[in-house]
């Protein structure tokens, strides 16, 4: 029913830029928060960024001042700049919506396939 879309994933040099986009689809009524999560080979998957409806953000400590995540609430997609990234950013990135569907559905979580990034040192 809903489909999320991620690209913008890659190799890129520590100290480099990288921009990851996520774009959802499909039977959608509503998005409430948008957010971008990684995984790292070994570790758990984490909470990197989130983005309300309304334009709140929330940032992992690991990433402040460096990621700066946005939205067009009109093309239901959400981005994730990447900026100084650094070897420890490596992961596979995935994105994430809470999704109503209808109106009369509640808010559900749905997630991307994943993406990969790599930052070489």
């Known amino acids: 029913q809903v489909q999320l879309v991620e690209s913008g994933g890659g190799l890129v040099q520590a100290g480099g830029s990288l921009r990851l986009s996520c774009a959802a689809s499909?039977?959608?009524?509503?998005?409430?928060?948008m957010g971008w999560y990684r995984e790292a080979p070994g570790k758990q998957r984490e909470l990197v960024a989130a983005i309300s409806s309304g334009g709140s953000t929330n940032y992992a400590d690991s990433v402040k001042g460096r990621f700066t995540i946005s939205r067009d609430n009109a093309k239901n997609t959400v981005y994730l700049q990447m900026n100084s990234v650094k070897p420890e950013d490596t992961a596979v990135y995935y994105c994430?919506?809470?999704?109503?569907?209808?109106?009369?559905?509640?808010?559900?979580?749905?997630w991307g396939q994943g993406t990969q990034v790599t930052v070489s040192s």
């Open positions: 994430n919506a809470e999704v109503a569907t209808t109106w009369l559905v509640g808010l559900r979580d749905y």
């Open positions: 499909g039977r959608i009524f509503s998005i409430n928060a």
